[in-house]
C-alpha cells in the first residue's frame, strides 16, 4: 500500500485560551501536506484522542497565569496528549507549546519519567521579552527524534525567537543528565552554523533551543519556524531579493523543513 | 546598619490569576476554600531612608497603581500560616552584590538609595473553610502539584 492510499495522519493543533499562533501553524503543516485541524479547549475529549499527532503552538495559554504554560500543562486537552504520548504518538510544542510540554513533565522525560524536571525560565539577562531572529542546528543524530529524523545531520533551521521565559533551567545535575543523554535537540548558533554564546538569545542552559524526551516522540522547541516557513517571513536578503516576484515572496522557506521532517515522520 | 521590610503589594480587585490557580488547584485535588496573591518585595535598607523608599514604591506605577492594590509594610519577614512564598532562583527576583556595592539597587528601573538588597516573591495565601490558614501539607501539596517549579523556583513555607 503507497503512502498516498494510506489513511493520512492527522494532526491536531490544540488551542488553549491564549493561544495566538495556531493559523501561522496550521499553514506550515497544511504546507507539508499534512491533514491537520485547530482544536478548542473545550472540544470533545475523544475526538481528541483520536488524533494521531499534537502540535502545540505559541501564545500565552491561560495568560501565562501562574508561570508560562503551568495551567495549560494541566488543562484537559493535555491528558489526550500525555495518552498519546505514552502511545508514542509524535508531539511537537513550539514556544508556549514547549513550555506546557516541559510544565507538564512531557519534556525532556528523563529516564522514561513523566514529571517535572526542568523549565523555560524568563530570559537572562534582563528578564526581558526579546523577539529576534535567530538559527538553531540539530545537535543529536536525526533519528535520536522521530520529528528531526527527516533532517540532515547538523541542519540549521532559521526560526523566530520570541518569548519572555525562553531560558532553559534545571537543576546542575539535571543539566548534565539533559546534556549526556542527548536530549538537547537543537542549539542556538549563528547563519553559518557556528554555536557561539552569542547566538544565545536568552541565556538558555546548555545553549538549548529545543529539547526532546527520551523516546524522541516528543519535542519542544521555543523559537518559532514556522514564523520562518515563507520567504516573506525571512530576515536576510532573499526577502529584498524576492520583491517585486509573488512566487518567490511566497515559496517556502528555511523553518518549512522542520514541518516536512514531522510530516515524513507520520508518513512512516 | 540595616533593617529588612516587607512590602507586599496586593490586588484589591478580583485576581483572576489566583482564581485560576485556585480551580486549577481544586481540580488536581488540592482542596482550598480560597487563594490569594500578592507580590513581595524583602527590602534591607538604611532606616533613615524607609520613609522614603517606601514612597519611591508607592510612586511606581508598574508595580503599584492605588486604584486597583494595596500595598503595606508587612511586621513579619518570613512566610505565616498557609503561606507559600516563591522566588526564582538566578533570576530577576534578587538585586546584585554589585548593585549594592555600588549603591545601584533598582526596581522597575527606579534606583533606590539607602537599599542595599531587594528580593521579589510571590506570595500565596491559602485558606481553608471557616477562613483559617491552609495547613503545610496542603501548602506543600500546592506547591508541588503547580505554584512553584523546583527546576528554577524556590518555595519558602513557614
Known sequence: ?268 | MTVTRCVEVALTIPDNEAETALATLRRLGVELAQLRRADLYRVELNPAQEDAVIATLRDLETIYNPNKHSLRVRADRKPQAGELWVEELHGESRSSAAAARAGQVRIAGRLLPGVTRIERFTAWRMLENGGEAAGPEVVARAAQTLLCNPAFQKATVR
Open chain 1, 1 to 268: 500500500m503507497s503512502v498516498s492510499e494510506a489513511r493520512r495522519a492527522r494532526v491536531g493543533i490544540l488551542i488553549f485560551p491564549g493561544t495566538n499562533s495556531e493559523e501561522e501553524t496550521l499553514r506550515a503543516c497544511q504546507a507539508v501536506g499534512l491533514d491537520t485541524e485547530l482544536v478548542h479547549w473545550n472540544a470533545d475529549l475523544d475526538a481528541v484522542r483520536s488524533f494521531d499527532a499534537y502540535v502545540l503552538p505559541g501564545g500565552f495559554a491561560y495568560e501565562d497565569r501562574v508561570r508560562a504554560g503551568a495551567i495549560a500543562a494541566h488543562d484537559r486537552l493535555m491528558l489526550a496528549v500525555r495518552e498519546g504520548a505514552a502511545a508514542g504518538k509524535l508531539v511537537l510544542g513550539i514556544c508556549n507549546g514547549a513550555q506546557v510540554l516541559l510544565e507538564s513533565g512531557l519534556a525532556p522525560g528523563l529516564d522514561g519519567a513523566v514529571a517535572v524536571q526542568a523549565g523555560f525560565a524568563k530570559n537572562a539577562p534582563h528578564g526581558k521579552f526579546r523577539s529576534t531572529h535567530v538559527y538553531v542546528k540539530l545537535a543529536i543524530p536525526p533519528n535520536r527524534c522521530a520529528i528531526t529524523a527527516g533532517l540532515s545531520p547538523g541542519a540549521v533551521i532559521p526560526a523566530w525567537a520570541s518569548h519572555c521565559e525562553g531560558r532553559l533551567a534545571a537543576q546542575l545535575d539535571v543539566l548534565d543528565r539533559i546534556s549526556r543523554a542527548n536530549h538537547v535537540a537543537f542549539v542556538y548558533c549563528d547563519a553559518s552554523g557556528n554555536v557561539t554564546p552569542e547566538a544565545v538569545p536568552n541565556g538558555s542552559a546548555l545553549g538549548a533551543a529545543a529539547v526532546t524526551n527520551q523516546r524522541g516522540n516528543v519535542l519542544a522547541i521555543m523559537p518559532h519556524p514556522e514564523r520562518d516557513a515563507w520567504t516573506f517571513m525571512h530576515h536576510d536578503t532573499s526577502r529584498e531579493q524576492a520583491r517585486g516576484n509573488a512566487s518567490a515572496m511566497l515559496a517556502t522557506s528555511g523553518g518549512i523543513a522542520l514541518f516536512e521532517s514531522l510530516a515524513k515522520a507520520l508518513a512512516r
